[in-house]
């Protein structure tokens, strides 16, 4: 034994002496003792290895704490145990567990391991605490299934990935004080179905990056409800979990409507394109549809030249024979001029293609990359976000500066580039990627050591450019992940071959050099690609990025850029001047180098080229789209709907010279005679055109040029082998039918939209179809595939096919016979390929197994993606090659897009499905879908479906998105079988109403953009929807007919939270409810009444609606609406009322009328309500404070209304007719103007017919000379509580008949004396003035007022009228022979005669003064009660001789008899749903 040996044999000797003392054992015994242990512990005895171990066989604990071990050793004897310590020693790796296989707890923390390995045989493991080591990376873990309790905290773990998805018995996982910085990575926990505890800040260690990201817990706590406790805090309650599931499902509709305005635009710009091709090819089209008409022209002569020369044998020299070989020779020269126009056109028309595809990749890739970026915000929580800048932002003006300042046009002169153009600029905002660079920074400026840049460290940042190399990029694009990760490190550049270093440069030019060298190269290799441009590298994206240089050097000739050459500089830098960039100029001629331009430029001198060696110091900032811009290049100005829309490029345009060319060549001789062209087609024309005698003979016949559209002698020509029915009027080909011996058709250049028509043609070999209307590819090749089985040739060019893209790979799965398609030969490969995909457009087992899965639940995932895109993107397949009896049943996602399924079948035994996608096929009709009832989410867009039928038995569909087919309407009554419909989507259809959707009740998203909804009351339908919180209607006529749309749909839908993609704002409701508040429209009629018969109407009543405006147009649809009732209402003018045609009553009580128009006051005076009210039409905004004068008013104003006979403007507050305008009513006969504030009665000019006129409760003084002027007609006169002293100035009204005066401050008889001048009147009241205090004037009134018939409500009795004349005569007579004074005598006070029935007494005798106040105060109520009858009753219309009672009981236990005789009818009665009196005859 050597002596290492024997002093290692003395040291274990020592170190199991401690074991023995540590754990209560005698060393001399522990042979004999030791077999019976199960726990042994040491600590902190700094013991090197591992021994003594083989002593203790039964061991199951084994607990060793603070020792010098660096590897575990001697194990292999302890196979029972199931606990091990080995914590805070000096291990380097795991190791020596091979035998351990019933281990459950294992403890290597606070070690020096860096690897997880061997742990593969610990199948029984529970417990690994791993913590405090170096980790990395998360790896070996596979094995470990009954894993329960994890702890990986203070190692420099990044990311998870799927390292622990076979962990799922994992509760609990402890990852604090790593370096875990995106929220992507802690999804993946969301795989791990029994996890109740996670740690990623423990109060122990320091937190991960990701920890101070926005959102942190709202992303946990709904990627993993199922948790307990988070960071040692308790989020068990249900409350805060619904709280994240809330707050994730608002920011998902919010990004659902943000990338659909992202499709949106680009399905404006593809529009755009569209346009812009059609514009483009108009001229190709009509040159080639000329020249192939010519040339069909000079085919046919040749032809007939050539056939006349076979029959005429052989050939003489004779001048006629000269003859006939010129013109042959002529005809085939014009013949090769017009072919070769015809191949310049058609190569015009590729160019056109050419760029219109270019153009449309080139927004199809902007698209993507908006939709990238924000579904990266979503995934981020928003800790990244990116904002689209303007003009009108700092930030974008500073960038826009910068790019300009760093570009410089003398390094790209040899490519003719005079400027570059930006198209667009989005500024990066990662909160990650932005606080790793300032901890950098930080770090860096806080070191011991001095440095220069510690100082002053803002001179050692600079903004830097970087574009991809395309060349040395393993990724399609590079620049997506930058915007999320920031740039890769040094090493992963050296992996692709580039320097160990991020390259980036402070111009232009220089960071451009490597993209446009490469896109240089494809382009020569790849010839024609883009024909539009000579320039493939026109458009670029470059990062803008923040860096911090450090300590910076130059680089070194023929040092390699490594960190390691460099040990003291955190960046290098090269000039482009300095002798490195020779070399690319040697190897890159085309490339731009100083040497190689003739003049300088200053900018070179500072241009360079910057090397970071740490990724850390740089941070993307900016993500800048830019084109370059020749000289040869004129382009357009930035769309400023969009920022988003950089210009287009153009296919060259078409020179004078060509177009000469084409008229030269049409001009060439011969010029052949026009032929009368055939309209219909018989027998003898066409014996005619084939030049034969006998029909059946006929094997050829061109009927090329004609105006053909039916060919119905064409079945007796049984020989026919050759057609040709160019440049006709056919539509449809139903005439070719049963033409056994037809081997060539040419029906180019007509109109056929389908060859339904085709039957039986079983040896055609050539079909041309080129230049018609044909869509449906599919039908039209079925048609062929069974009527014409040998056809070998067929020209499908030129059609406006249903998705052009596949009618190729369509045609050849299909037609298996043919060799040529459209003009090219087909290749045997390709016919393959076609077969392969034509047979997987057939649901079977293979494609059921392909695209299916079988998760019970939707993965919690920030995706916009459907349940079963992402299901079959995230998950794999769980089937193998052999499946058990009853698979199918297990099926829960399907996703079968994009087959060209024309039907869905073999879905009857999928019974268990939730989730089904069928988008971009080929499906017409809803079906097979009987058995799923547990649907929740369906897709089928880009399909033909046209109704939603086979939905019914969906009761548990949720969402269902039909965008892009042919729908028309949506059933009403399959909506109602869907009761939990949530989300709803049939944008890009052609619905034109939204009937039907009022019975989904339960939707919160509505999308139905790009449709042709077009009516105002498509919009009720949708009132129904109490839970529809996000609409979207983009595109619909009705967006851009209907004024003030957004706000009219705020207004009546106020629950909306977003519309047509834009967040609804709090100040749009307020203002949706001042413009459209109480607007009453047809639409509004619609939604009180219920239909929309608005021409069935005659009477409408919206009392107490709110109403405060009227715009009921077009009028015409109101023309049979006779009455209308407002009352109790906001009008302040009648606005829109004035345009109704036969309106004859209308009652706008209890409103705020001013006016009857809406006077314009001064813009400058007026508020921004009322301006807002100006702007919208028929708003009647009133005029406040505004007295014009009486002859600016009145004068020369045109009539309103003409129809109109009775108006009621009671109670509105009017104080001056003159402003009220109602002179302007000329055909008015009852007006009653109760219970406003008007003074003075004028403005009545123009009511020559008015028959009734209520004044009553006013405030009016006195009459004016001017008060009735035109009212010679009038018949009853109001002006009952009012404050009339004097009756003057009522001469006019020669015509009164009822005159009530009520409750005035008349105080003299001479005053109703007064009222001799009116001849006609029969009824007078006067009760309640002081005159009528104590009935004094009944004897006077009646003298005088020898009509009077009713005073005061009580009919004047010839008794009364007799005692009034003796009691005049005895006073003149006293007064003649003196005074008489007679004791006792009481005046004279005339008694009604009693009313009939029991128990009605009459008037009674008036008393002394001293019951004076009584019996006004009960004169008072039997005057308020007759008005109130009055008012009710509004006078009931009086015809013939007889006489009409009006009776009313008072308070008093009286009653009141008012008789009227024989008078003209009235017309004044309320709109109330009784029987209307017919109107009275014109005056």
């Not at 016979?817 to 087992?845: C, G, H, K, P, W």
């Not at 939905?951 to 109602?976: E, F, K, P, W, Y």
């Not at 003075?1240 to 003084?1261: A, P, S």
């Not at 009147?1321 to 309640?1328: N, Q």
Request: net charge neutral; charged share 20%; with cysteine.
């Amino acid at each position: 034994m050597t002596q290492n040996e024997k002093q290692k044999l003395t040291g274990d000797e020592e170190i199991i002496k401690e074991l023995c003392v540590s754990n209560g054992l005698c060393y001399e015994k522990v042979c004999q003792e030791g077999s019976g242990e199960m726990v042994l512990e040491m600590f902190f005895s700094g013991f090197p290895r591992m021994v003594g171990l083989s002593l203790f066989p039964r061991l199951s604990s084994l607990t060793i704490v603070g020792q010098s071990i660096s590897s575990v050793q001697g194990l292999e004897h302890c196979p029972l145990l199931k606990e091990l310590w080995v914590v805070e020693c000096k291990l380097n790796e795991i190791s020596g567990l091979h035998n351990c296989v019933h281990l459950q707890k294992l403890f290597l923390y606070d070690n020096n391991i860096q690897k997880i390995t061997n742990v593969e045989m610990l199948v029984n493991l529970h417990i690994l605490w791993l913590n405090k080591n170096q980790i990395s990376v998360i790896q070996g873990l596979n094995s470990l299934v009954n894993l329960k309790e994890l702890n990986l905290a203070d190692n420099a773990i990044e990311t998870l990935g799927h390292c622990l998805d076979s962990n799922f018995a994992l509760q609990n996982l402890n990852l604090s004080g790593n370096k875990i910085s995106s929220f992507k990575e802690l999804t993946h926990l969301a795989r791990l179905p029994r996890l109740r505890h996670l740690s990623l800040k423990d109060p122990q260690s320091v937190p991960n990056p990701l920890c101070s990201l926005y959102n942190y817990y709202i992303h946990v706590l709904y990627h993993m409800p199922h948790l307990q406790r988070l960071d040692t805090y308790d989020i068990s309650s249900k409350h805060l979990k619904d709280t994240a599931e809330s707050t994730v499902l608002k920011k998902m509709m919010y990004y659902t409507m943000r990338v659909r305005c992202a499709q949106r635009q680009f399905d404006e710009l593809k529009a755009k394109l569209r346009q812009q091709r059609k514009n483009q090819i108009q001229l190709p089209e009509e040159k080639i549809h000329v020249l192939t008409h010519m040339l069909r022209n000079m085919e046919c002569e040749l032809s007939h030249v050539q056939s006349v020369g076979k029959k005429s044998g052989e050939p003489e020299l004779t001048s006629d024979f000269c003859k006939e070989h010129s013109h042959e020779l002529k005809l085939q020269h014009k013949l090769e001029a017009l072919k070769g126009r015809l191949k310049f056109w058609e190569r015009r028309l590729q160019e056109v293609e050419a760029c219109h595809q270019h153009n449309l990749a080139l927004a199809s890739d902007r698209r993507d990359m908006m939709v990238h970026c924000l579904l990266l915000e979503l995934e981020t929580v928003g800790n990244i976000r990116f904002e689209e800048g303007n003009t009108g932002e700092p930030w974008f003006t500073s960038c826009f500066d910068l790019l300009l300042s760093r570009f410089c046009a003398w390094d790209y002169k040899p490519h003719h580039i005079t400027g570059i153009k930006i198209n667009r600029i989005i500024r990066i905002h990662n909160r990650a990627l932005r606080q790793r660079f300032q901890d950098k920074v930080h770090s860096l400026l806080c070191r011991q050591e001095p440095s220069p840049f510690s100082q002053n460290y803002k001179r050692c940042m600079e903004y830097l450019f970087y574009l991809p190399d395309p060349e040395h990029s393993c990724e399609s694009d590079e620049i997506l992940p930058i915007l999320e990760n920031g740039f890769k490190t040094a090493d992963a550049y050296k992996a692709l071959g580039r320097e160990s270093a991020i390259p980036l440069s402070n111009s232009v030019s220089v960071s451009d050099r490597l993209r446009m060298t490469f896109m240089q190269k494809k382009s020569c290799s790849t010839s024609g690609s883009s024909p539009g441009d000579i320039l493939p590298f026109r458009h670029g994206q470059l990062v803008i990025s923040k860096v911090f240089l450090g300590r910076s050097a130059a680089v070194k000739e023929g040092l390699p850029i490594d960190c390691d050459h460099y040990p003291k500089a955190n960046s290098v830098y090269l000039s482009t001047c300095s002798k490195e960039q020779k070399h690319t100029a040697q190897t890159a001629p085309d490339m731009l180098c100083p040497s190689s331009l003739p003049d300088s430029c200053d900018c070179r001198q500072q241009q360079k080229l910057w090397y970071i060696f740490d990724n850390e110091m740089v941070l993307p900032e900016y993500l800048v789209d830019f084109e370059y811009v020749t000289q040869d290049t004129s382009q357009p100005s930035p769309d400023s709907s969009s920022s988003s829309h950089s210009s287009l490029a153009d296919a060259p345009s078409v020179s004078r010279a060509e177009l000469d060319l084409d008229e030269k060549a049409l001009n060439m001789e011969p010029i052949l005679k026009p032929l009368p062209k055939l309209l219909s087609l018989d027998e003898k024309s066409i014996l005619t055109v084939a030049r034969a005698n006998v029909l059946s003979q006929i094997t050829v016949l061109n009927l090329h040029g004609n105006s053909l559209n039916k060919l119905p002698e064409i079945s007796r020509l049984t020989a026919l082998k050759q057609l040709t029915l160019s440049f006709n009027e056919f539509t449809h080909l139903d005439d070719i039918s049963h033409m056994p011996n037809l081997e060539y058709l040419d029906v180019s250049f007509n109109h056929i939209s389908s060859l339904e028509g085709l039957r039986g043609l079983g040896q055609l070999i050539e079909l041309d179809v080129r230049w018609n209307q044909l869509t449906r590819i599919r039908d039209d090749i079925n048609v062929l595939r069974k009527h014409a089985p040998a056809l070998l040739r067929l020209d499908t060019r030129h059609n406006p096919w249903h998705r052009n893209e596949c009618v190729r790979m369509v045609v050849l799965g299909r037609l298996k016979t043919l060799t040529y398609l459209d003009d090219a030969f087909v290749m045997e490969e390709e016919a393959a390929a076609a077969v392969q995909v034509a047979a997987r457009s057939r649901i079977n087992q293979a494609s059921l197994m392909a695209h299916s899965r079988t998760d019970s639940e939707r993965p919690r995932s920030l995706s916009l993606l459907s349940s079963a895109h992402l299901l079959t993107q995230i998950s794999p397949s769980p089937w193998r090659h052999s499946q058990e009896s009853g698979w199918t049943t297990k099926i829960t996602a399907l996703n079968l897009d994009g087959l060209r399924l024309t039907r869905l079948s073999n879905l009857d035994r999928l019974v268990s499905l939730r989730w089904a996608s069928f988008d971009n096929n080929e499906l017409t009709r809803i079906e097979g879908l009987e058995h799923c009832t547990l649907l929740e989410e369906l897709s089928l867009n880009n399909n033909s479906i046209s109704k939603l039928e086979g939905l019914c038995a969906m009761h548990r569909l949720t969402r269902l998105s039909i965008n892009s087919n042919h729908l028309q309407c949506l059933d009403g009554d399959v909506l109602d079988q869907l009761p939990n419909l949530h989300f709803l989507s049939v944008e890009s259809n052609i619905i034109s109403s939204l009937h039907g959707l009022q019975r989904s009740r339960s939707l919160f998203e509505l999308y139905v953009g790009n449709n042709d909804i077009s009516t105002t009351r498509d919009i009720y339908h949708l009132k129904a929807l109490s839970s529809l919180i996000i609409l979207d209607l983009y595109g619909n006529p009705l967006v851009n007919k209907l004024e003030n749309y957004r706000i009219y749909m705020v207004f009546h839908l106020p629950l909306l939270k977003a519309l047509d993609g834009v967040a609804v704002e709090t100040c749009e409701s307020e203002t949706a409810k001042d413009v459209f508040g109480g607007r009453l429209n047809a639409d509004m009629v619609a939604e009180k009444l219920g239909h929309t018969n608005y021409r069935d109407l005659s009477e409408l009543n919206l009392q107490s609606s709110s109403v405060r405006m009227v715009d009921l147009a077009p009028a015409d649809l109101f023309s049979n609406l006779h009455s209308i009732n407002l009352d109790h209402n906001n009008l302040t003018s009648f606005s829109g009322l004035i345009f109704l045609p036969n309106v004859k009553v209308l009652s706008l009580n209890y409103n705020h009328i001013e006016s009857i128009l809406p006077r314009q006051k001064a813009q400058s005076h007026m508020n921004n309500k009322q301006i807002l009210y100006h702007k919208v039409s028929s708003s009647g905004y009133g005029q406040q404070n505004s007295r014009p004068s009486r002859e600016g008013l009145t004068d020369n104003l045109e009539p309103l209304m003409s129809s109109l006979e009775v108006l009621h403007l009671g109670y509105n507050g009017i104080s001056n007719l003159i402003n009220l305008q109602i002179s302007r009513l000329t055909n008015l006969r009852a007006l009653f103007l109760q219970g406003n504030d008007i003074s003075q009665v004028d403005g009545l000019d123009g009511l020559q017919r008015l028959r009734e006129l209520v004044l009553d409760r006013n405030r009016i003084k006195s009459l004016s000379e001017n008060s009735f002027c035109g009212q010679g007609v009038l018949l009853d006169l109001h002006l009952a509580e009012n404050r009339i002293r004097e009756l003057n100035h009522l001469q006019p009204l020669t015509e009164l008949r009822r005159l009530f005066l009520d409750m005035n401050k008349i105080l003299d008889i001479s005053e109703l004396e007064k009222l001799e001048v009116v001849p006609s009147l029969t009824e007078l009241s006067v009760v309640g003035n002081p005159v009528a205090r104590r009935s004094m004037h009944r004897p006077a009134v009646v003298l005088h007022l020898s009509t009077l018939q009713v005073l005061d409500g009580m009919t004047v009795t010839l008794e009364e009228r007799t005692k009034a004349e003796l009691l005049n005569n005895e006073a003149q007579g006293s007064s003649s022979g003196g005074e008489v004074t007679l004791p006792g005598l009481v005046p004279l006070v005339t008694r009604p005669a009693p009313l009939r029935g029991a128990g009605i007494h009459s008037l009674p005798d008036q008393q002394d003064d001293t019951h004076d106040t009584s019996r006004y105060k009960k004169q008072k109520a039997v005057i308020s009660l007759l008005r109130g009858v009055q008012s009710d009753f509004n006078f009931r219309q009086i015809r013939g001789s007889s006489s009409h009672y009006m009776t009313a009981l008072q308070q008093t236990g009286y009653r009141v008899l008012s008789t009227f005789p024989n008078a003209e009818s009235e017309t004044r009665y309320q709109c109330h749903n009784v029987p209307r009196p017919p109107p009275p005859p014109p005056l």
